[in-house]
T-cell receptor, first 117, second 114 residues
Framework: AQTVTQSQPEMSVQEAETVTLSCTYD???????LFWYKQPPSRQMILVIR??????QNATENRFSVNFQKAAKSFSLKISDSQLGDTAMYFC??????????????FGQGTRLTINP | NAGVMQNPRHLVRRRGQEARLRCSPM?????VYWYRQLPEEGLKFMVY????????ESGMPKERFSAEFPKEGPSILRIQQVVRGDSAAYFC????????????FGSGTRLTVV
C-alpha cells in the first residue's frame, strides 16, 4: 500500500517570501502521479500542480514549482512570492497509474500554511 | 459546464437517522469517486463507481454505508443509522477518462451528527 507523509503540520511566512512544503511517499510502483492540492476555508479542493513520475523535469505553474526526487521518494512544493490568498491547507497526494480499476488518490495529512501581511 | 455538483453543502442529522449525499459528475464524466475527510486530516478514498456498477469499495466501512450511481441521476452516498463518528466532510470527484487529467472535485458535503 502507498503512504504519503507531510511532516510539517503548520507553517507561517511573511507575504512575498518563498516557502517550501515537504512531502515524502512510499511505493513500490514505478509509474505514478503526484499532486499538490490547496484547500482554502471554502473547503474546495483545488489542484495546484501535478507531476508524472516518468518525467524527470520538475513541474511548474507560475509561482508554484516542485522538487521531485524519485529515488528519494520526495516531492516538495515551493511557493515563490507568496500572497495572502495562498493561505490554506495544502495536501500532497499520490495516484498509481492503473489501466483498470480505481484511480484512487492517497493523501498526506496536510500542512496548514499561513501567509502574514 | 457546472463542474461537479454536490448537495447539500451542509447536512445535520441526529444519531440514528439516515444521511443521503448527492453528487452529479461533470457532463461527460462516467467515473465517480467518494472520499471522506475527518477533521484535521487528509481525504481518504471510500468507493469508486461507474454507471450502475460499484468497481472498488475497499475504503467503505463494512456496515451502514452504501453507494450507488444509477443509469439516470446523481450518485448517492447513503449512511444509515448515523453516529457521531460519521461527522466529516464527504467529497465526490469525477473523471471522464483514464489518467488524472480530468479528475475534478466537488465542494463537498459537511455532515454533522448531533
Amino acid at each position: 500500500a502507498q503512504t504519503v507523509t507531510q511532516s510539517q503540520p503548520e507553517m507561517s511566512v511573511q507575504e512575498a517570501e518563498t516557502v517550501t512544503l515537504s512531502c515524502t511517499y512510499d511505493t513500490s510502483e514505478n509509474n505514478y502521479y503526484l499532486f499538490w492540492y490547496k484547500q482554502p476555508p471554502s473547503r474546495q479542493m483545488i489542484l495546484v500542480i501535478r507531476q508524472e513520475a516518468y518525467k524527470q523535469q520538475n513541474a511548474t505553474e507560475n509561482r508554484f514549482s516542485v522538487n521531485f526526487q524519485k529515488a528519494a521518494k520526495s516531492f516538495s512544493l515551493k511557493i515563490s512570492d507568496s500572497q495572502l490568498g495562498d493561505t490554506a491547507m495544502y495536501f500532497c497526494a499520490f495516484m498509481k497509474h492503473a489501466d483498470q480499476g480505481a484511480q484512487k488518490l492517497v493523501f498526506g495529512q496536510g500542512t496548514r500554511l499561513t501567509i502574514n501581511p | 459546464n457546472a463542474g461537479v455538483m454536490q448537495n447539500p453543502r451542509h447536512l445535520v442529522r441526529r444519531r440514528g437517522q439516515e444521511a443521503r449525499l448527492r453528487c452529479s459528475p461533470m457532463k461527460g464524466h462516467s467515473h465517480v469517486y467518494w472520499y471522506r475527510q475527518l477533521p484535521e486530516e487528509g481525504l481518504k478514498f471510500m468507493v469508486y463507481l461507474q454507471k450502475e456498477n460499484i468497481i472498488d469499495e475497499s475504503g467503505m466501512p463494512k456496515e451502514r454505508f452504501s453507494a450507488e450511481f444509477p443509469k439516470e441521476g446523481p450518485s448517492i452516498l447513503r449512511i444509515q443509522q448515523v453516529v457521531r463518528g460519521d461527522s466529516a466532510a464527504y467529497f465526490c470527484a469525477s473523471s471522464g477518462q483514464r489518467g488524472p487529467g480530468s479528475y475534478t472535485f466537488g465542494s463537498g458535503t459537511r455532515l454533522t451528527v448531533v
